[in-house]
């Protein structure tokens, strides 16, 4: 009996250690975790972008570049995917799949107002604008061998109008109504994704495509440096298309971007739009603040990144925003005088 006693009395007593010793070391993480806490938490972010022929994509990848640079002071890991484009982008940010994303300025505006591709769901009032970007062009280019030089010879043509979930696919079919032409009925419609339209129209697929982008771009350098030769076709009935539609304007694109187009003249006619940077009003201000901080603040860098930013101003990137401008880019905005 004396020896379970003692047995027992031992137990305890190294129970009585095993919590001191627990309750020691419970402290000690207590205190490296207020420790922790001192620095920022992680936060991660996805930013939107589109095909990896585009601008979108090399500019999301520009954004989160600077942004992860200074991921230790501001605790934001920064990653990029390639989607659908605009519309696509919009969505995921309204659903909450995505924290960031590059859409069209004209996808803007109709998806704050709730038309277009919004018509069912009505205006998405949490949409956020950040800042805007480079200038984009509709622009149509066709196989010179299927006798295209206007937009009426589209007509029992196979042409590429986008994807859906694509910004440039209402562009193009804005062009086309403006010229008389309905998409469904007038030709033969493909809805291919951005990447695959130049091989195909090489491989005498497809015979024209429609394309929104800023330049110089991937998708036109291959599409018209294959044997098929390729032609950029002007854009008629611009000022009817204005008229109807305030967020367009009259642009020219170059063809010193383009060597191996045939086209002879210097530029083509047509219309275009800006890239503009969205978020979600639910996307936290400080996450907003930090990144429009890092691009603003290294803005000659960023513009560095791409040929489609040459020219881009810090006052340019405040334009074409039909959605209110989120706090945390505001905060930052007035602090820097551009508001």
């Not at 992860?68 to 605790?75: C, H, S």
């Not at 009032?125 to 280019?141: K, M, P, Q």
């Not at 000022?239 to 694109?253: N, W």
């Not at 639910?282 to 901080?293: C, F, G, L, P």
Request: proline share 3%; glycine share 10%.
């Amino acid at each position: 009996m004396k020896k379970v006693r003692l047995l027992t009395l031992f137990v305890i007593l190294l129970t009585a250690i095993a919590l001191a010793i627990g309750c020691g070391e419970k402290k000690e993480d207590e205190k490296a975790a207020a420790t922790d806490s001192s620095k920022p938490q992680q936060t991660f972010v996805t930013i939107g972008t589109g095909g990896i022929t585009g601008v979108y994509y090399p500019t999301g990848g520009a954004i989160a570049k600077i942004v992860n640079k200074k991921r230790a002071e501001y605790g934001i890991r920064c990653t990029v995917e390639s989607t659908g484009g605009s519309v696509f982008n919009i969505n995921a940010i309204m659903a909450g799949d995505l924290e960031f994303g590059v859409a069209q300025s004209d996808r803007q505006y109709q998806a704050t107002k709730g038309i277009a591709d919004w018509k069912d769901k009505g205006p998405q009032e949490d949409l956020r604008a950040v800042f805007s970007i480079h200038a984009e062009t509709v622009d149509l280019i066709a196989a010179i061998d299927a006798n295209i030089n206007s937009l009426a010879d589209l007509k029992g043509k196979r042409v590429n109008i986008g994807n859906l979930g694509s910004g440039y696919r209402q562009n193009a079919i804005d062009a086309l109504e403006a010229n008389g032409l309905n998409w469904e009925n007038d030709f033969h419609a493909e809805s291919l994704k951005a990447a695959e339209a130049p091989g195909l129209i090489q491989d005498g697929r497809i015979d024209a495509a429609f394309y929104t982008v800023g330049h110089p771009s991937g998708y036109y350098k291959e599409a018209t440096s294959g044997v098929r030769k390729i032609k950029f076709v002007p854009i008629e009935n611009i000022d009817s298309l204005l008229a109807k539609y305030p967020y367009y304007a009259k642009a020219a694109t170059l063809m010193k971007n383009y060597p191996g187009a045939a086209n002879t003249d210097d530029a083509v006619d047509t219309f275009g739009v800006k890239a503009t940077f969205v978020t979600s009003a639910k996307v936290a201000d400080e996450v907003v603040y930090a990144i429009t901080k890092e691009v603003f603040d290294n803005f000659e860098d960023f513009t560095k990144l791409h040929p489609a930013y040459a020219g881009l101003t810090k006052e340019a990137m405040l334009t074409g925003l039909s959605a209110p401008i989120h706090p945390g880019a505001m905060k930052y905005y007035k602090e820097v005088g551009l508001q």
